[in-house]
């Protein structure tokens, strides 16, 4: 049984200039964990029993980076399933797409994690070590162009 996991890949909006794209003022939250190689990621976790994916997905988010359901927005539309093995075991993780609706809201770390940035696309894949989710965050960056 694979092992399953959900969370949210967080973006917001600066304030840009008129004549500039949109899509050049989009950030990514990513957080550094506190465990293992220091790895960087969106806020996700392990679904609890009785707990349905887009609901782990808000919890983890909460715990993980201290934001509230109300503080996002979910984008209709995006969802992702990425699928890796951790210690020999098959992974399943499921993101979806949230705005932060004022980009100003606090982020609170939990102890799982040590750091965080928000990061413009290049940034954020390079602090997204892993390809599956460097190819995540361009597919999200490109979701989000299209709909410009």
């Known amino acids: 049984m ?41 806020p996700k976790g392990h679904v609890d029993p009785g707990e349905d994916d887009l609901q782990t997905a808000f919890r983890e988010t909460q715990e993980e980076a201290g934001l509230q359901a109300s503080h996002l927005t979910l984008i209709e539309g995006y969802k992702k399933e990425l699928h890796y ?19 100003n809201t606090e982020i609170k770390l939990s102890e799982e994690h040590q750091a965080f940035q928000w990061l413009k696309l290049d940034d954020a894949c390079k602090f997204a070590e892993y390809e599956d989710m460097q190819a995540t965050l361009k597919e999200v960056h490109q979701f989000l162009c299209s709909k410009e």
């Not at 969370?7 to 003022?25: E, F």
């Open 85 to 103: 093995p951790v210690r020999g075991k098959p992974k399943t993780v499921i993101y979806w797409l949230a705005e932060m609706k004022d980009c």
């Open 2 to 42: 694979a092992v399953r996991a959900c969370g949210l890949i967080i973006y917001r909006r600066l304030q840009s200039a008129p004549s500039s794209k949109v899509t050049d003022h989009i950030e990514y939250l990513l957080l550094q964990t506190s465990y293992g190689t220091h790895h960087w990621t969106p």
